[in-house]
């Protein structure tokens, strides 16, 4: 996707709620808490409901930087002004929801990118002296500061000409006959060729029952085919013990069910299973990595969910999801008794293609929130009252869901 940023100009009036633009400092770096050299420039018609941390990564893209949103490790760094008025690094959606929140009157979000630098060193110059303001001790420290903006060459083996904290790597060497008799992959390990990795991977997968073993009462299932005489992975289903015994002694009967894409060189899409605590925060329950989101593929899921929580009565069981991709038939198969409602952050997702406004906004969650007919039936009649095409489009979707 080409973003089209303007390097000027007025901030447009939105005649809707929902709006805003992102004024996006970038090209700079950070220098005793400011920000220099940078450049400014916008993007407006931003949707603040659909704004994350993802799409901030791939306006970070738009502008030049260093991004790969398979990797967890970043080039890029985000910061972006909190209700609290300084300036916090965005590492999450809960940060860009907590700024979205916060939004000024004049409808503008205001970003600072700046780019991740790592450098080698080299561990035997531990001394820096010379020119420099300060001796730095290079070994066991994770930042080294340079204190002049002239250039430096005796600084391990790299040179700096601005000043900057430099995060220095410590990735841990892969060995045999240490880690894979307690397995473990760790961000950063590395392998000395592809075969060494692959062979790793292969006794990784083979010892998995020691996640059973560290948890006891877990379920663990690995699903594999035989393609050309080579056993290929199909399908993993997990359920922590913990997270099940939790679940059934604390949350109630609601499970909330989605499927998202796998980013990153193995595709695929990930299941989970969520349940509800006595806080109303959300409980893992289970989870899953298939190929593909079908019906196949949640019939598989749930028939396993079923047999670890123990289901008998069906009917007392509530399930929410988007309704899409194979969970309605999947769902009609296996818990055709329980209750099942559509999660209502994807009903507004739709619903809001067609009708925007904070009111029509508000009307539907309380619609949605109406625990009894008459209840949704007066707020329905709000809604007719604010748009009456939205009333018909909601109409359309009845009212147990």
Not at 166 to 194: C, H, S, T, W
Not at 336 to 344: D, F, G, Q, S, W
């Amino acid at each position: 996707m080409e973003y089209e940023f303007r390097s000027g100009g007025k901030t447009p009036k939105y005649a809707t709620n929902g709006m805003c633009t992102l004024e996006l400092h970038h090209g700079g770096w950070f220098k005793n808490g400011v920000y220099k050299k940078g450049k400014v420039c916008y993007l407006d018609n931003i949707i603040e409901d659909f704004l994350s941390l993802l799409d901030l990564l791939k306006i970070g893209r738009g502008l030049g930087y260093d991004v790969d949103n398979s990797q967890v490790e970043q080039r890029l760094e985000i910061r972006g002004k909190i209700p609290e008025g300084r300036l916090e690094l965005v590492t999450s959606d809960a940060i860009v929801v907590k700024m979205v929140g916060h939004i000024p009157s004049n409808k503008v979000i205001v970003l600072y990118c700046s780019e991740i630098e790592d450098y080698e060193y080299d561990a035997d110059a531990e001394n820096c002296d010379g020119d420099l303001t300060h001796n730095y001790q290079v070994k066991d420290v994770d930042y080294i500061e340079v204190e002049d903006e002239e250039t430096f060459e005796n600084v391990g083996t790299k040179v700096w000409s601005k000043r900057k904290k430099i995060k220095l790597p410590k990735f841990k060497q892969y060995r045999r006959d240490v880690d894979l008799k307690n397995p473990e992959f760790r961000l950063g390990m590395k392998f000395a060729n592809k075969k060494l990795r692959i062979e790793a991977i292969k006794e990784h997968a083979i010892i998995h029952e020691q996640l059973k073993i560290g948890n006891k009462g877990s379920t663990v299932k690995i699903k594999t085919q035989i393609v050309k005489g080579e056993t290929v992975f199909q399908k993993i289903y997990v359920c922590l013990a913990a997270c099940k015994e939790g679940f059934l002694e604390s949350c109630r009967l609601v499970i909330g069910v989605d499927g998202c894409h796998l980013k990153g060189p193995y595709p695929g899409q990930i299941l989970t299973a969520v349940g509800v605590d006595g806080s109303n925060g959300f409980f893992l329950v289970a989870y899953a990595v298939v190929d593909i989101e079908s019906k196949d593929s949640w019939i598989w899921f749930f028939n396993l969910l079923i047999e670890d929580l123990g289901i008998t009565n069906r009917k007392a069981w509530v399930v929410i999801s988007d309704k899409q991709k194979g969970l309605v038939p999947a769902i009609e198969t296996i818990l055709l008794t329980a209750e099942h409602r559509m999660c209502v952050r994807h009903l507004y997702s739709k619903f809001r293609a067609s009708h925007i406004g904070l009111a029509l906004k508000h009307i539907l969650w309380a619609t949605a929130r109406a625990a009894i007919v008459p209840w949704w039936e007066a707020e329905m009649e709000k809604m007719k009252n604010e748009d009456e095409e939205a009333w018909k489009w909601l109409k359309k979707r009845p009212a147990k869901h």
